[in-house]
């Protein structure tokens, strides 16, 4: 088959293409409210965008509160989801009022942040506290903004939990790290595959170090 998104001519009961554009990492993402409510949100149009500096981007489809939280606070953590905690991340993706903390309405114990205010998810084994940067807004080849809001944030900490490193890696199939497919699915990192680069190009596993 053949589709174009723009005329949503797929003939099937569900839009493929997240399907398709899958498994995405999912950033679960905390931030607080002016007046300090804790809230924290799943978003799978989540990446790093850049090393050095090390900035990850969130994608929000229309103005949710994540998004007001982190331009009029300027600070937010990314958090690592994995298979133990998926029920907890769906239950944050429930629309709730900006006074109410999904925190507290999934029963989610909070471990302070270091170097931003808005708290971590304890559980999760990891975490990245973030600085906002600047909120980019994607157009169309027409020109007109997308209804989506792509937050830029710069990592500025990193939170491991020490037993999710062995062998001097963190380890995300062994903390069984979730990703977002399609639909109401999502995939469990359970099995990594090892190849060494072409010679000349991006990393020496071996050295661990980067090549020049
Ligand atoms: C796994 C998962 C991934 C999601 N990814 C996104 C996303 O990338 N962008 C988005 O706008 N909403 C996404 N959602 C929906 C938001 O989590 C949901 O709208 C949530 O209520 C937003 O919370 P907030 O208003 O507190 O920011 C996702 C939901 C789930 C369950």
């Known amino acids: 088959m053949f589709y174009e998104p723009a ?3 797929h003939g099937l009961p569900h839009a ?7 498994p995405r990492p999912i950033g679960w993402i ?3 409210t002016p007046e300090g409510v804790a809230n924290l949100a799943p978003y799978s149009f989540f990446n790093m965008i850049s090393e050095t500096p090390a900035l990850v981007m969130f ?3 229309g103005a949710k509160d994540s998004l007001a939280n982190i331009e009029a606070t300027g600070e937010f953590v990314c958090n690592l989801a994995t298979l133990d905690l998926v029920d907890k ?14 925190f507290d309405a999934a029963d989610i114990a909070r471990a302070p942040s270091r170097l931003v205010k808005p708290p971590r998810v ?5 975490a990245l506290e973030c600085v906002y940067v600047e909120t980019f807004r994607p157009r169309g080849r027409d ?5 989506a809001y792509m937050i830029i944030g710069e990592i500025v900490g990193v939170h491991i939990d020490d037993d999710a490193i062995i062998d001097g ?9 979730i990703s977002r497919c399609g639909y109401l699915d999502y995939a469990p990192v359970d099995r990594l595959i090892e190849r060494e680069r072409p010679p000349g190009g991006g990393m020496d596993m071996k050295a661990r170090t980067p090549v020049a």
């Not at 304890?122 to 990891?126: N, R, S």
């Open 7 to 9: 005329k949503r001519n």
């Open 16 to 22: 493929p293409l997240k399907a398709i554009v899958a």
């Open 30 to 32: 905390s931030s607080l």
């Open 59 to 61: 994608s929000s489809q």
């Open 89 to 102: 991340v769906n239950l944050t993706s429930a629309p709730v009022a900006r006074n109410v903390s999904e």
């Open 122 to 126: 304890a559980a999760a084994p990891c």
């Open 143 to 147: 020109g007109v903004e997308a209804n």
């Open 169 to 177: 890696r963190v380890d995300i199939a062994a903390l069984k790290v």
